[in-house]
């Protein structure tokens, strides 16, 4: 009876989409499936939801586990994508959409507390 080889699930957010890969503990892809995350954008701004992310979690990890029955994960690691803004009430629900990175209103305010407060 052979050894049963231990995974780690990865699940790495970036604006576009979510891709979640298993990894053997010899460091080879056992399975891996990606769904694309819509972002909505303004003027200078780019928001994207939380629940979609949490949808492409559940169906990307339905789909890797399907692929790999046996899979004995002993680890789950997460990337993202760098400065995303998630603002959430004291229980942790989230109040709005995400601010993506490449949102730009900030620069607004920045400009407006500029002129209220020059150096």
């Not at 892809?29 to 939801?49: N, P």
């Not at 339905?62 to 790999?68: D, H, I, Q, R, Y």
Request: one cysteine or more; aromatic letters at 8%.
């Amino acid at each position: 009876m052979g050894e049963i080889m231990e995974h780690i699930l990865v699940y790495d957010i970036i604006s576009s989409g979510m891709k979640t890969t298993l990894f053997g503990s010899d460091g080879t892809i056992a399975a891996e499936a990606y769904r694309e995350l819509s972002v909505k954008f303004g003027e200078d701004t780019a928001e994207q939801s939380p629940q979609s992310w949490l949808d492409a979690m559940k169906t990307t990890t339905a789909e890797v586990l399907k692929k790999v029955k046996d899979a004995n994960i002993k680890g789950i690691s997460f990337t993202a994508m760098s400065t995303v803004c998630l603002c959430v009430d004291k229980d942790g629900k989230p109040l709005q959409d995400a601010f993506t990175w490449s949102d730009s209103r900030g620069g607004r305010l920045e400009d407006n507390l500029g002129k209220k407060y020059p150096e």
